[in-house]
Nanobody, 126 residues
Protein backbone atom coordinates (compact mmCIF):
# COMPACT_ATOMS: atom_id res chain seq x y z
CA UNK A 1 0.00 0.00 0.00
CA UNK A 2 1.31 3.41 -1.00
CA UNK A 3 -0.26 6.49 0.54
CA UNK A 4 0.41 9.58 -1.55
CA UNK A 5 -0.04 13.13 -0.33
CA UNK A 6 -0.14 16.10 -2.67
CA UNK A 7 0.44 19.69 -1.63
CA UNK A 8 1.16 23.08 -3.12
CA UNK A 9 -2.14 23.83 -4.80
CA UNK A 10 -3.23 27.44 -4.60
CA UNK A 11 -4.72 30.37 -6.44
CA UNK A 12 -2.37 31.81 -9.05
CA UNK A 13 -2.61 34.52 -11.68
CA UNK A 14 -2.21 33.79 -15.37
CA UNK A 15 1.47 33.76 -16.16
CA UNK A 16 2.35 32.83 -12.61
CA UNK A 17 3.98 29.74 -11.15
CA UNK A 18 3.24 27.06 -8.61
CA UNK A 19 5.12 23.99 -7.45
CA UNK A 20 3.22 20.89 -6.46
CA UNK A 21 4.70 18.17 -4.28
CA UNK A 22 3.84 14.51 -4.01
CA UNK A 23 5.24 12.59 -1.09
CA UNK A 24 4.75 9.42 0.89
CA UNK A 25 6.06 8.25 4.21
CA UNK A 26 6.72 4.74 2.95
CA UNK A 27 7.63 2.86 0.89
CA UNK A 28 10.10 4.79 -1.17
CA UNK A 29 8.85 6.40 -4.36
CA UNK A 30 12.06 5.17 -5.96
CA UNK A 31 10.32 1.87 -6.73
CA UNK A 32 7.55 3.36 -8.82
CA UNK A 33 6.69 5.24 -11.94
CA UNK A 34 5.10 8.50 -10.76
CA UNK A 35 2.61 10.60 -12.70
CA UNK A 36 0.60 13.78 -12.30
CA UNK A 37 -2.99 13.94 -13.48
CA UNK A 38 -5.33 16.89 -13.79
CA UNK A 39 -9.09 16.85 -13.48
CA UNK A 40 -10.55 20.08 -14.80
CA UNK A 41 -14.13 21.03 -13.86
CA UNK A 42 -16.56 18.91 -15.86
CA UNK A 43 -13.79 16.90 -17.50
CA UNK A 44 -12.17 13.53 -17.05
CA UNK A 45 -8.91 13.02 -15.23
CA UNK A 46 -6.04 13.23 -17.71
CA UNK A 47 -2.35 12.46 -17.37
CA UNK A 48 -0.15 15.52 -17.86
CA UNK A 49 3.31 14.37 -16.81
CA UNK A 50 5.16 11.33 -15.56
CA UNK A 51 8.66 10.32 -14.55
CA UNK A 52 10.04 6.85 -15.11
CA UNK A 53 11.50 4.82 -12.27
CA UNK A 54 14.54 3.46 -14.06
CA UNK A 55 16.11 6.39 -15.87
CA UNK A 56 14.11 9.34 -14.66
CA UNK A 57 12.82 9.99 -18.14
CA UNK A 58 10.17 12.70 -18.05
CA UNK A 59 7.14 12.89 -20.33
CA UNK A 60 4.46 15.51 -20.84
CA UNK A 61 1.12 15.97 -22.50
CA UNK A 62 0.92 18.53 -25.25
CA UNK A 63 -1.08 20.90 -23.09
CA UNK A 64 1.74 21.41 -20.58
CA UNK A 65 4.94 20.61 -22.48
CA UNK A 66 7.38 23.49 -22.26
CA UNK A 67 5.62 25.01 -19.23
CA UNK A 68 5.63 22.25 -16.60
CA UNK A 69 8.61 20.30 -15.28
CA UNK A 70 8.48 17.07 -13.29
CA UNK A 71 11.37 16.14 -11.03
CA UNK A 72 12.14 13.81 -8.18
CA UNK A 73 14.13 14.02 -4.95
CA UNK A 74 14.43 10.54 -3.53
CA UNK A 75 16.27 11.81 -0.47
CA UNK A 76 13.03 13.58 0.43
CA UNK A 77 10.86 10.83 -1.07
CA UNK A 78 9.12 13.52 -3.10
CA UNK A 79 8.19 14.17 -6.70
CA UNK A 80 7.55 17.74 -7.80
CA UNK A 81 5.62 19.39 -10.58
CA UNK A 82 6.90 22.86 -11.34
CA UNK A 83 4.21 24.77 -13.20
CA UNK A 84 5.21 27.97 -14.99
CA UNK A 85 3.35 30.35 -17.28
CA UNK A 86 0.07 29.14 -15.85
CA UNK A 87 -3.10 29.55 -17.87
CA UNK A 88 -6.75 29.60 -16.76
CA UNK A 89 -7.21 26.22 -18.44
CA UNK A 90 -4.71 24.76 -15.98
CA UNK A 91 -7.37 25.09 -13.28
CA UNK A 92 -8.29 21.77 -11.76
CA UNK A 93 -7.67 19.15 -9.15
CA UNK A 94 -4.17 17.71 -9.45
CA UNK A 95 -3.45 14.14 -8.42
CA UNK A 96 -0.22 12.23 -8.18
CA UNK A 97 -0.21 8.51 -8.83
CA UNK A 98 2.25 5.64 -8.48
CA UNK A 99 2.67 2.38 -10.32
CA UNK A 100 5.22 -0.42 -10.08
CA UNK A 101 7.10 -0.48 -13.39
CA UNK A 102 6.43 -4.19 -14.03
CA UNK A 103 6.57 -4.69 -17.79
CA UNK A 104 6.59 -0.95 -18.43
CA UNK A 105 10.07 0.48 -18.97
CA UNK A 106 8.57 3.90 -19.58
CA UNK A 107 6.00 5.60 -17.36
CA UNK A 108 2.56 5.82 -18.94
CA UNK A 109 0.23 8.82 -19.03
CA UNK A 110 -2.89 6.66 -19.05
CA UNK A 111 -5.06 6.06 -16.02
CA UNK A 112 -3.55 2.69 -15.18
CA UNK A 113 -1.82 3.67 -11.99
CA UNK A 114 -2.32 1.62 -8.85
CA UNK A 115 -2.09 4.24 -6.14
CA UNK A 116 -3.57 7.71 -6.00
CA UNK A 117 -3.43 10.70 -3.72
CA UNK A 118 -6.40 12.81 -2.66
CA UNK A 119 -5.54 15.73 -4.90
CA UNK A 120 -4.62 19.37 -4.49
CA UNK A 121 -6.62 22.21 -6.03
CA UNK A 122 -5.07 24.68 -8.46
CA UNK A 123 -7.00 27.74 -9.55
CA UNK A 124 -5.63 30.08 -12.19
CA UNK A 125 -7.52 33.32 -12.42
CA UNK A 126 -6.95 37.04 -12.52
Amino acid sequence: QVILVESGGDLAQPGGSLRLSCTTSAPTLENYHIAWFREAPGNERLGISCISRSDGGAYYSGSVRGRFTISRDYAKNTVYLQMDNLKPEDTGLYYCAAKPPLGLPRCPLGRIYDYWGQGTQVNVSS
